[in-house]
């Protein structure tokens, strides 16, 4: 932590920040002075992000959570209100998918992606924001995807869906929300160096029959700068997007991808 925390005495909490992009999310946000709440459904991964950030933020927590079940999200809610006294910061950051084809994917699968894409995430954000209301300010900020807006190499049709849906949310959310002071903004990787990226690029490698640095190289060549995310570039978008340097931003869905999408 700095002398000039952005975050000093906030309480932050983090979705899907067992590894990746959350992990990296939850360690950034402690690093800027805020409590962190890591949640996810991997406790083993889970326990290991609260290592890191509790040397950082020692308030710091980890709770298992599933945010796919309305129940376990409103219970986590209220638990962390009695401990912690509020709430100002939330970043949904939880999302699962596959590699995929249009005529394989299955009507369970569907409704896996979309349980947790979208039914979990409104969710989190729904009773966040009843105690954001309350004292009539907070930031939330929702990990989209670039598959959102019409990547074409995207894992596959519903996870593309539940990306452009999360945006939706993101600027509906933000209309309705914003009267209590409440932003509500999202940020929207691209290609990006985490355990379930490296899973997708190796097995469209293996169905290509390259290399996956030949395939990394082709997957970021129509991009600007010619390079995939780290983790990080993410949580710093989040970061800015959760402090009050962006305190009149709201409803805008940011692309961290290398300048690979102008929308």
Known sequence: MNGRARLADRVAVVTGSAKGIGRAIATTLAQEGALVVAVDIDT?????????????????????????????????????????????????NAGVTR??????????????????????TFSMMQAV??????????????????AGKGYR???????ATSKGALIAMTRIAAVQLGKYGITVNAVCPGITETELMAAWIESRAKEGRKLKHDLIKELVADSALLRINSPLDVAQAVLFLASDASRNITGQSLNVDSGMMWD
Not at 55 to 78: K, T
Not at 101 to 118: A, H, Q, R, Y
Not at 129 to 146: F, P, Q, Y
Request: proline share 3%; glycine share 6%.
């Open 129 to 146: 924001a009843r105690v954001m209301r309350e004292k009539r300010e907070g930031r939330i900020v929702n990990i989209s995807s670039i």
């Open 44 to 92: 083993e991964a889970g326990a290991a992000t609260l290592a890191e950030i509790r040397n950082i933020s020692p308030r710091s927590a980890f709770q298992r959570v599933d945010i796919a079940d309305h129940a376990e999200v409103a219970a986590l809610v209220e638990r962390l209100v009695r401990q912690f006294g509020s709430i100002d910061i939330l970043v949904n």
């Open 99 to 120: 590699p995929i084809d249009f005529f394989d994917l299955k009507p369970e699968e569907v409704d896996w992606i979309v349980g947790v894409n979208i039914k979990g």
């Open 153 to 159: 190499n995207t894992s596959n049709i519903a996870y």
